[in-house]
């Protein structure tokens, strides 16, 4: 099944606002293992709108559109599908009967336009809203593509797609079987190395499908597998994840759509009962804060210290003297810091030394410094490129990642 989504805003084209709707339903469809080949944006003009449905309706399945069900005299959206499907619009009494009782609460006097919310396209079915007044409307037609229309605001659209439309869907195309997902994350891999190395499986997928997304620092996988019964989709997926670890297992560290290295280092340090300190130095307190965030509920900080670039300064709060870019300082400050506070690890991350290139740009490492239980110590020199913001979070997660692999 193809799908095609169109967000409806002229305030969108001319950037006064970010379109977060179409990645949210496109993320959605990709769950179900329904296909996004086109998207587009269009403004709140009736013909450039029907120039859109009519290229749409030519390729694709399912039409989904956002935006432009408001009662503004720019949201037209409705009216424009109703044009080009050539069906009357109706009420839905039940959206109505909701306008009218707001209206009548705040002691407002409603306009005729505000009916418009209530509308939706005389055959199809109307999907209330639960945080707004605007139906969202799904259409299904005999000798053309379905249409589902869904109101603009992301705090309206993403709760009807959540509890409305997903179910809507599963029930409409997919209830002949069955659909499971798995994400796989990975820190310390490109989107690019990893789609080469996995290219083997990526160019012959079928059942389960693989899709990869690069995010920040960070890369993950979406396996879909879609089968008669949940058990034989489940074991595609487990069979599909064995082949992928093989190849890339050592960058993988968990699962989950909502899911972070930071948080799975807080859940394996709370369940081994282990806590850590933390001397930071180039990081400036993003890994402690980092650690916080995720398990502030937690006793697994034991300490922390942030050093600033002062070495007399430094020398107040550390009894060490040297080059606080150094392996060698590095690995003492780990490991006072551990002693001094009776932790099962000691992390220190030592201040930068960076150099300027002869294209003015910047390079630089830092050391990454471990020190365990048994008080075997595991250095790392990370090196980075370039100075820009990503770079201290991406050596926080590296640091995180090391730590992760030592209790493995």
């Known amino acids: ?182 994400m796989l994350r990975f820190f310390g891999i490109g989107e690019s190395q990893l789609t080469t190395q996995l290219a083997n499986l990526i160019a012959t997928q079928s059942n389960p499908t693989i899709a990869p997304y690069a995010k920040q620092n960070e890369v993950t996988l979406r396996l879909t597998a879609w089968s008669k019964t949940n058990s034989e989709a489940q074991q595609g997926l487990d069979e599909c994840e064995k082949q992928i670890q093989a190849q890339v297992g050592e960058y993988f560290y968990g699962y989950g759509e909502h899911n972070s290295l930071a948080q799975v280092l807080a859940t394996k340090l709370s369940s081994m009962n282990q806590n850590i300190a933390i001397v930071e130095g180039y990081t400036g307190g993003l890994f402690l804060s980092t650690l916080n965030a995720v398990k502030a509920d937690h006793n697994i900080v034991s300490g922390g210290i942030v050093l600033g670039t002062n070495e007399r300064q430094i020398q107040q709060f550390v009894d060490i003297k040297g080059d606080f870019k150094s392996r060698v300082v590095t690995e003492q400050l780990a490991t006072q810091v551990k002693h001094e506070t009776g932790s099962d690890l000691g992390i220190a991350i030592s201040q930068p030394h960076i150099e300027s290139t002869s294209t003015d740009d910047h390079k630089g490492n830092v050391w990454i410094v471990i020190v365990d239980r048994t008080n075997t110590i595991t250095t790392k020199r990370y090196e980075f490129s370039t100075i820009r913001p990503f770079v201290k979070q991406r050596v926080v997660m590296s640091a995180l990642q090391a730590i992760n692999k030592i209790l493995k």
């Open 1 to 182: 099944m193809k799908a095609e989504l169109i967000a409806v805003g002229t305030e969108i084209l001319l950037g006064e606002i970010t379109d977060a709707n179409t990645p949210f339903i496109a993320r959605e469809l990709a769950n179900l293992g329904i296909d996004v080949y086109f998207q587009s944006t269009v403004g709140d003009n009736p013909e450039r709108l029907k120039e859109t449905l009519k290229l749409a309706a030519r390729r694709s399945d399912l039409i989904i559109l956002s935006g432009g069900l408001g009662p503004t005299e720019d949201d037209l959206t409705k009216q424009t599908v109703a044009k080009f499907l050539n069906r009357e619009l109706i009420f839905d009494k039940s959206a109505m009967t909701k306008i009218e009782q707001y209206f009548a609460e705040t002691k407002r006097t409603m306009t005729e336009n505000n009916r418009l919310q209530a509308m939706y396209l005389k055959g199809a079915l109307p999907l209330s809203n639960r945080t707004g007044f605007a139906v969202g409307i799904f259409d299904q037609e005999k000798t053309g593509p379905d249409f589902l229309l869904l109101p603009g605001p992301p705090s309206e659209l993403e709760p009807m797609v959540s509890e409305q439309v997903i179910p809507l869907l599963k029930e409409t195309y997919l209830s002949d079987h069955v659909l499971r997902s798995r």
